[in-house]
């Protein structure tokens, strides 16, 4: 009785500490939209047609809290009253028994940020419908991951993607690309969390720093205490939250301009309808290439090189569920960006006569639609508290998978691969936890220097090409390109970093302006002071002299960072003396890839160096490491689904270092046991 009442505490406790936190958030929020002279003095603050106060009531500080509580409710019960969590497996995998729509959802989730809620809807206003095209990237992208890259983690079953460079190649190169992983992603987080605090700041008056730490309090809480059951579950509830939040605004608002035959009217007179500007120059921002292509490239490295989505895949049992799972997402990726795409032109067409940014109503264009949703849908109460609840669900969602991940990359990656540190077994859940809090800490403190960055949208996909275009290359040349050697993947890995570098943060130095469709402010109310209304496209005169690299669109760098990894990759490679094909574990290479090279004619293969039939020398996952009785719970579990998978299961508790080539390593080192029973099963 007495463990139990101690259990229940523990349990009420951080209950107790983050509902006082939101009551004092909204008190605080309270004071702060009835004293507007305290908002952001230092920023140009947003002319309401009317008073903050009069916009937010108890109705939209009463859902937003909901929303707020739910999600800290849902990481309770699994983190107190659910199935018991005691190894990392369980906290980081879900114990790999999530079902298949959850799953999808929590991933579609985790990519739409509040980053793409505010700023999809800007981009269609300022610049038009190009951009929309990414909505073609979804589609090629899903069969991209689930043909080529999903069989391989999915019959590895290692926890840390990363994990493979080293199978592959070798531990300096898992180390590089998980690290890199940490930095992209603390990053990221803080981008992400800094676009929904400044929405609230814009629509209630309550101060950014408090919202952004109401945003990592709730975030980190239920992440760290109900591990990836309870992220999986919350991105459900928070999907709904958002598509919700979206159809209220996209709903009211075109009811109020009229209906969308009165938006696609305006949006044709207006210019915004082009989706294929065909100029095939790198420096155009936005192109029917740099968004297909690079896109495509950009949204590969997010499914398929990226810590996050990967863990999701393995916290369903089967390939076939990934593969279902993948196709879901990205059908929900096209219906928000779309809706989104939708609301843009309706803010075109209720501000074609008076742009707020022209007329220095806002002095950024991530702001055009929470100002919208003040001054024309703020006379419905809740309105205003449901599309914040939206931005923050969209903005939790990606925050909590980037703990969870950096939780396994720190435990697996640093802790183990790196240090040689074994975890216990029974304290992996615990010790998964308290990394979760630490990350969090991190990236709260990044946060404070995101909004002197630049642009949120481009910001953040700059931070995702840089490191995620890298990896990709990585993985690409391990699981696509047999001949490629560890020291090809590492002088690969550093040109890549070197290139992007040199782009992004050229471009960064520079500040090249992107251009602006024409807009009014004819139509402005003679309150407006329009007198420093500034041009829209200010001539840049120094933007041809910079060199090229300094002005490639943002949506290359993924697809310049991945070329440029994998040809160097190649090219030392071959230099240094490529490895045997023969040589290298048929579970590390792509499926397809080896139904390719076997269809290759008799000539081509001895160029090659390939075997008649490559694969027929396929190994059980016995000579990688015989299962033995003493495998923790966790190995048992991953050997088993590795196993369903047709695959070889590697584990840190198997690896034999000194190698370049682990997997080779086990090859030449493993030995069955004269007692090892080929029929086990564990």
Known sequence: MKKRVTFLNNAILPCKIVVSTLLIVCCYGTYTSATPNTINANRTSVQNETEISQLFHWEDYSVLATMLIVSCAIGVFYGYFGEKQTTSDDFLLGGSSMGTFPMALSLAASFITAIELLGNPAEMYIGGAQFWMICVCFMLVAPITSQLYLPVFMRLRLTSCYEYLE??????????????????????????????????????????????????????????????????????????????????????????????????????????????????????????????????????????????????????????????????????????????????????????????????????????????????????????????????????????????????????????????????????????????????????????????????????????????????????????????????????????????????????LSQVTPHHLPTSVEGCPASYNLTEAFAVNPANQHEESLFWLFRVSYLWYSGLGSMATLLMGLLVSAITGATDPTQVPIDLISPPVITLLNKLPKKAKSILRLPARLGSERRRSSSVRPPSMADDKDTRRRRRLSELAGGVFYSDAGLVYGHDNLALAHAHAAKEPEDYNPNYSP
């Not at 950024?364 to 309105?383: E, F, K, M, N």
């Open 167 to 508: 199978v592959r190649f070798c531990k300096s190169i898992r180390v590089f690309a998980s690290t890199l992983y940490m930095l992209q992603m603390i990053l990221y987080t803080a981008v992400a969390v800094y676009a929904p605090a400044l929405a609230l700041s814009d629509v209630t008056g309550l101060n950014t720093y408090l919202a952004v730490t109401i945003v990592y309090v709730v975030c980190i809480f239920y992440a760290s205490q109900g591990g990836m059951k309870a992220v999986i579950m919350t991105d459900t509830f928070q999907s709904a939250v958002l598509i919700g939040s979206l159809a209220v605004v996209l709903g009211m608002g075109a009811a109020r301009v009229g209906g969308m035959d009165t938006v696609w009217a305006h949006a044709r007179e207006s210019n915004r309808m082009h989706f294929f500007d065909m100029n095939p120059d790198p420096t155009v921002r936005h192109s029917f290439w740099s968004v297909v292509v690079g896109g495509t490239m950009y949204w590969t490295s997010m499914f398929c090189a990226n810590q996050a989505s990967v863990q999701k895949y393995l916290s369903v049992e089967r390939i076939s569920q990934a593969r279902v799972a993948l196709w879901v997402s990205a059908l929900g990726l096209f219906a928000v960006y779309s809706i989104n795409f939708v609301t843009g032109a309706v803010l075109a067409t209720h501000y074609a006569n008076c742009d707020p940014i022209q007329a220095r109503q806002i002095n950024g264009s991530d702001r055009l639609l929470p100002l919208y949703v003040v001054q024309q849908l703020g006379d419905a109460r809740g309105v205003p508290g449901f599309f914040v609840a939206g931005i923050f669900a969209a903005s939790l969602g990606t925050v909590a998978s980037t703990l969870n991940s950096l939780a396994a990359i720190a435990c697996q990656d640093l802790a183990t691969g790196l240090l040689g540190i074994r975890l216990p077994e029974n304290k992996g859940a615990a010790i998964a936890r308290w990394v979760c809090l630490g990350c969090g800490a991190v990236s709260f403190a990044l946060t404070f220097a995101v909004e002197r960055l630049g642009p949120v949208l481009q910001l953040a996909l700059s931070f995702n090409g840089m490191a995620g275009g890298v990896t990709l290359g990585l993985f690409t040349l391990g699981m696509l390109f047999p001949w490629a050697n560890a020291k090809g993947a590492v002088a690969g890995g550093v040109f890549g970093l070197l290139v992007v570098l040199a782009a992004c943060g050229g471009a960064q």
